[in-house]
Nanobody, 120 residues
Framework: QVQLKESGGGSVQAGGSLRLSCTASGTIFSIDLMGWFRQAPGKQRELVASITGRGDTNYVDSVKGRATISRDNARNTVLLEMNSLKSEDTAVYYC??????????????WGQGTQVTVSS
């Protein structure tokens, strides 16, 4: 059984920074892609940033220059650091692990989500 555990959410003032961490646990052989999505009230869930096992990264335009995603493959951990936070960054942030290979199957997993609130 694979589980994703997220940490690091909370309340931050505009202009501040945050660091989100997500670790996948279980008998995992490999994870192709790890990433962070977010969903604000009344809006669709959107990709914030993703990173492949090789370290190739992708960011949504609204966070480019403000966010850095990194990954520790040995620990199945992905980090998202964001600075210059804006009120529009307020959302529930979800960790996702895509094409997770275990003994029995390959599938995607989601974390439970962590709330980030940016106040002005």
């Amino acid at each position: 059984q694979v589980q994703l555990k997220e940490s690091g959410g909370g309340s931050v003032q505009a202009g501040g920074s945050l660091r989100l961490s997500c670790t996948a646990s279980g008998t995992i052989f490999s994870i192709d892609l790890m990433g962070w999505f977010r969903q604000a009230p009344g809006k669709q869930r959107e990709l914030v940033a993703s990173i492949t096992g090789r370290g190739d990264t992708n960011y949504v335009d609204s966070v480019k220059g403000r966010a850095t995603i990194s990954r520790d493959n040995a620990r199945n951990t992905v980090l998202l650091e964001m600075n210059s936070l804006k009120s529009e960054d307020t959302a529930v942030y979800y960790c996702k692990a895509e094409r997770v290979r275990t003994t029995w199957m390959t599938r995607d997993y989601w974390g439970q989500g962590t709330q980030v609130t940016v106040s002005s």
